[in-house]
């Protein structure tokens, strides 16, 4: 029956990939007519907006997009024909063409930038399986099929299945910052079956498995897919796939099978079309253009009416002058009404358009020359990319920013934690004169964490619950561990486990290494291998991480750590202890620490085996196996029995204060995202100067009755990303509203919500905190 249900599935995704099969990579789908087009793409990526051909009538089409540019070759024209011409038409369209070739040289050179971009990136090199071997050849000759090594640091030049890897279990991890600016590096990792048997080039190149998977997409962190090898099917997500643009960190060589080419990457199917660019200037520029033209049309026909009215007079008075212009009355009034246009048109002046192109290319070069905004520690320097980017920066209305490492630091310390109700930090906060830890010969000398109460627990084993604190830490993560200096040195997908991970090595739970089966962790000078069941991965709609382990003495546990809002609603009971730590988590979000519950179970034998059938049946899934997996592990993460609580410190940047402070100044409404407790997002608010004292403050329940005083009261409103959601419902059931984009799809920033404030897509249920600052002087802080 699974079987069955698996292969219905598959009809699902109609993308196939068969490894090292060249003729089927060739493969042709139906087009119009005779017209066929292949299948796969090639690696190559063309993302400039011109070629040799399309340069010159596209930018011209894209030039007379512009009002001015259509008055001043109508007013060519004009002058082009002598009946009605009263000034040369060369005097006008000299100076047109001279506009047209300034701005078509400035989108040329612009468009230079992105042929030699495309050039070099096409042109890298990559090691390609071709025969039994691997090959030194270009990135745009790579093609969906084909095997491809990399090494350490390399560029991964398309969407690869992680197939092996000369790490331990084939693991491996990349650093996204060239796609999503995230410098932590992320986790991946092979399936078993490839680690185990694609240990030789040999073995690689007698590959012929065949991946199933959905079509080219830009979701990028979800992957739904399966491998078909040796009659077997085994279930493809995310976590086993190396996006395009990653770098390979931390391992020798890997190797991977391409999935999606060249545009039909991920990243590719984000970037878009260049598409024509209007600001508000050029907006309001075609605008006046036109009133100024209707303004003329106007004066003309006035003046033409008063030139009827006495022509007749005229050539009574000078009956020479009609022997000349035989014309009638009204063909006289015809030719003059234009005459009078020709002469009227200086009041659209075209030097102020040149001049304005030369204002722009002198911004470019005052924001690449201005000292305040170069950046000593990295010896780096602005750079206009665009010479008309001052004019654009001009009109940004919103600024969209992640709050950790954007207005942080990213450098997380351990600052305090709660065990057991129970409350241990650093008293004196300042360094400790002398090493508390030199008992632990693999204690990292960096932690400034110190409590002697705390400690003197822990290595006399004095209480249980203190053990499995540390305990939770050292095994619940993903992070990777490599030997320095006969030191382990971790790298983490998060700065908070590596922390986190780092102050349980300090007192004695030391992670020492990890398999795709196993976890291996020194407690206190003893060694103990755990065998890991299943781990369930944290995402924004969980908000939680587990670990499903057998330890040394062969019971099943759970491990848990997240947010306290989906943690606390767990717990198989709720007592004196649950309390007391509700209160301190209220504490420290007030002193804007990152916090994290902790919390664990033992689970039963027939219980884990009648959960684990239904696990390995929602893994197998190509339709719906995220929800599924979601409620797998939803109905084994029940009835926790809570540890404690982590609270990490995140420091702002030097300056962020002062930056926001002038961003208010020039009414730019400011959106900052972070995942915190509203009483923490409430207090970086004030740290940051987003927030004032002379701010009213409105939670949800308040801001509906108050929305009509908005115009005249210093407001700030609370917000999550439920009643956002709820907002929107409301707002399309009175048809004012728009459907809010969801996870991966392409959002934008049309919807609005209460009082006509924009709410960004991204502001869904479910998303961020949010912290906006609008006109009005409105906060709203949008909480997880």
Not at 197 to 225: D, K, Q, Y
Request: net charge neutral; aromatic share 10%.
């Amino acid at each position: 029956a699974l079987g069955i249900h698996v292969c219905q599935n598959l009809l699902t995704c109609t993308w196939e990939v068969k490894a090292n099969n060249y003729v089927f990579q060739k493969k042709f789908k139906k087009g119009f007519l005779c017209w066929r087009k292949k299948k796969y793409k090639s690696n190559a990526i063309h993302t400039a907006k011109y070629n040799i051909f399309s340069f010159l009538p596209l930018n011209l089409y894209e030039q007379f997009h512009r009002m001015s540019n259509l008055y001043f070759l109508l007013i060519v024209i004009l002058q082009a024909i002598p009946e009605i011409s009263t000034l040369p038409w060369f005097t006008l369209f000299a100076p047109l063409v001279c506009l047209v070739i300034i701005r078509a040289s400035r989108d040329l050179v612009d468009d230079i930038g992105r042929h030699r971009s495309d050039r070099a990136i096409n042109n890298r090199p990559c090691q390609i399986l071709r025969g039994k071997s691997f090959t030194w050849r270009k990135w745009k000759n790579l093609c969906v099929g084909d095997v491809v090594c990399l090494r350490k640091d390399s560029i991964v030049p398309a969407d690869l299945l992680l197939l092996a890897s000369t790490e331990p279990s084939s693991l491996c991890y990349v650093e996204t910052a060239d796609i999503d600016g995230e410098t932590n590096l992320k986790f991946r990792q092979a399936l078993t079956v490839t680690h185990h048997e694609l240990t030789s080039i040999r073995r690689i190149a007698a590959f012929h498995g065949t991946v199933i998977c959905e079509e080219p997409n830009s979701r990028m962190h979800n992957f739904v897919g399966s491998l078909e090898w040796n009659n077997k099917i085994y279930p493809l997500d995310i976590g086993n796939l190396l996006l395009r643009g990653c770098k390979v960190r931390n391992v020798d060589a890997c190797y991977g099978l391409v999935i999606y080419a060249g545009v039909d990457t991920k990243i590719m199917m984000n970037c878009g079309k260049i598409h024509l660019k209007r600001t508000k200037i050029d907006l309001l520029m075609n605008k006046l253009v036109v009133v100024i033209f209707l303004s003329l049309v106007l004066i003309s026909l006035a003046l033409t009416l008063g030139f009827r009215v006495m022509i007749k007079d005229f050539k009574l008075k000078h009956y020479y002058v009609s022997a000349k212009y035989p014309r009638t009355v009204t063909m006289e009034s015809f030719f003059i009404f234009w005459g009078f246009l020709i002469l009227l048109s200086t009041m659209v002046p075209m030097a102020m358009f040149i001049l304005a192109e030369f204002i722009y290319l002198g911004n470019s070069l005052f924001i690449s020359w201005d000292t305040e905004m170069y950046y000593e520690p990295q010896d780096t320097q602005a750079k206009a990319r665009s010479t008309s980017l001052n004019d654009q920066l001009g009109q940004v209305q919103y600024i969209f920013s992640d709050k950790t490492g954007t207005l942080t630091q990213n450098v997380m310390n351990f600052n305090k934690c709660c065990i057991n109700g129970n409350v241990y930090d650093n008293k004196d906060g300042t360094p400790y004169q002398e090493n508390p830890y030199r008992w632990n010969k693999f204690a990292d000398g960096k932690l400034l964490f110190y409590n002697k109460q705390l400690l003197h627990i822990v290595r006399h084993r004095q209480d249980k619950v203190v053990q499995e604190f540390w305990r939770v830490l050292a095994i619940c993560h993903t992070v990777m561990v490599q030997e320095k200096d006969n030191l382990p040195s971790y790298q983490a997908a998060s700065p908070d486990e590596e922390a986190l991970v780092t102050a349980a090595r300090n007192f004695g739970y030391v992670f020492r290494s990890r398999t795709q089966d196993t976890i291996t962790v020194v407690e206190l000078g003893e060694e103990r291998v755990y065998q890991v069941l299943a781990m369930m991965d944290f995402n924004s709609t969980r908000k939680r991480m587990s670990v499903l382990v057998r330890n040394p003495e062969g019971s099943i546990c759970l491990y848990t750590k997240g947010a306290d809002t989906v943690v606390l609603e767990r717990l198989r009971k709720r007592g004196e202890t649950e309390i007391t730590t509700e209160e301190i988590l209220a504490a420290f979000a007030e002193q804007t620490l990152r916090t994290l519950c902790l919390a664990y179970k033992e689970v039963a034998e027939d219980a884990y085996e009648e959960w684990e059938s239904q696990h390995h049946e929602a893994c197998l899934l190509l339709q719906n196996r995220a929800k599924a997996l979601h409620q797998v592990y939803n109905n084994m993460e029940q009835n926790l029995e809570l540890l404690g609580v982590t609270a990490i410190e995140d420091k702002l940047q030097d300056g962020v204060p002062d930056t926001i402070k002038c961003l208010k100044k020039a009414n730019i409404k400011v959106w900052v995202l972070t995942g915190d407790k509203q009483e923490t997002a409430i207090n970086i608010g004030f740290a940051c100067q987003l927030l004032t004292e002379n701010m009213l403050i409105l939670e949800e329940k308040e801001i509906n009755d108050n929305l009509k005083f908005l115009s005249q009261v210093n407001m700030a409103m609370v917000i999550n990303g439920e009643f956002l959601g709820d907002t929107q419902a409301e707002s399309s059931d009175r048809g004012t509203g728009q459907e809010i984009p969801q996870s991966g799809d392409p959002g934008h920033w049309g919807w609005r919500g209460h009082a006509g404030v924009p709410l960004p897509a991204a502001a869904a249920a479910g998303s961020w905190t949010l912290v906006l600052h609008a006109c009005l002087q409105i906060l709203a802080l949008l909480l997880l």
